[in-house]
């Protein structure tokens, strides 16, 4: 199964694209449209909510394995590029970049922007991205030029990330919830993602950053009851020992991971952020969690110093007030929300 995240800028044509590849489901920052109707089962997750949060897009591309960047005619205004930097510091490996809107625009227009696209994306991880031109009106001259192109694209890519996700399955498992609620008679209900392993129905397991014993008590994909959910699954799962109001987005359903509310990451800054100095708020993205924190320290090549410039690399520390799980494989990401662009870094744990 492959997530496919659904970004770009605003009136990019996001919404009604993923309307189109399948039916809307959970909304909450971001929706789901599910598609089971053929052999490989696909969600798709509309950041709707980006740029006004970036959460939504992080949420999004973090749920998700795989991205299509919607960029409209009117081409590669500073939220495009934001979302090209996201996926930049995200190292994002699979992904299409769609040309939105073609029936309002022309050939020409359209080779000057690919044309563009590939300047700008060199060097990035989308460098290699194909580029296809689509619309989604019927009532255009050519109707849903390159949708079927798209999914047709979709599909290969998927092959090759159910490829990876079976290499997962021998992990211990990991689950990244994305929304918990209260089901009247079933009890606590929390969607989500299995990130690695197999989770399995009847799991005696932990929740975190909580760190409580919770046993799995029934697993839905696609709202068909399954014994085992692999690596890429998208999950509904039934807990016991634990109640919907306590669990927040980000909350990880495994046997064991660190919790923590102060970080000393290994980061490498965006060249499009400006300097990071200390006692400066950053915002912090690992997995589906997010939260502020505050730089206590910057240190480059063992040296505590005041700022870290843009391009470069440095350790920093990093303080926050709540309880986040992550593991030391899980790519954090840094934003100042006060800039225009605003993904400053990208870091591992040391
Ligand atoms: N002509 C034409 N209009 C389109 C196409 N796709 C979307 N639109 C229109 O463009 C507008 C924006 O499309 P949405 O799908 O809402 O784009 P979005 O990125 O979700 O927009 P926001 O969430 O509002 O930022 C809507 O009025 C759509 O009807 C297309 O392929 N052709
Ligand atoms: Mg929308």
Known sequence: MTNVAIIGTEK????????????????SDITLYNNDKEDVKLAFVDSHSYPKTLKSLVTALNIADMAI????????????????????????????????????????AIDELKAKIKAITAGTAL?????????TNKSAKVPFEGVEELKAKIHAMAEKIAAEQAELNSLPARV???????????????????????????????????DRDIEIRSIQSHDVDITEAPTGTRVGMRLKNVQAKDIERGFIISD???????????????????????????????????EPVRVEKILVD????????????????????????????????LANLDLTQRFAAYGFSK
């Open 12 to 27: 990019s044509g996001r919404t009604t694209l993923a309307a189109n590849l399948g039916k809307k489901g959970t909304s």
């Open 69 to 108: 960047l919607c960029i409209p005619p009117q081409g590669l205004d500073a939220h495009t590029g934001e979302c090209i930097i996201a996926l930049d510091l995200l190292g994002y490996k699979h992904g299409i970049i769609t040309l939105t809107r073609s029936d309002s625009t022309h050939m020409h």
């Open 127 to 135: 460098q290699d991205w194909e580029c296809i031109s689509i619309n």
């Open 176 to 210: 990244f919830i994305d929304h918990a609620f209260n089901v009247t008679g079933k009890g606590c209900v929390v969607l989500g993602v299995v990130k690695q392993g197999i989770s399995r129905d009847k799991d005696k397991t932990k929740i975190y950053p909580m």
């Open 256 to 290: 064991k991971e660190i919790v923590s509310t102060d970080y000393t990451l290994e980061c490498t800054l965006s060249k499009f952020t400006r300097k990071v100095e200390t006692a400066s708020v950053l915002h912090l993205f690992v997995g589906l969690e997010s």
């Open 302 to 333: 063992g040296q505590e110093v005041k700022e870290a410039k843009p391009g470069t690399t440095c350790v920093l520390e990093l303080s926050g007030n709540k309880k986040v799980a992550y593991s030391k494989e899980d790519r954090f990401l």
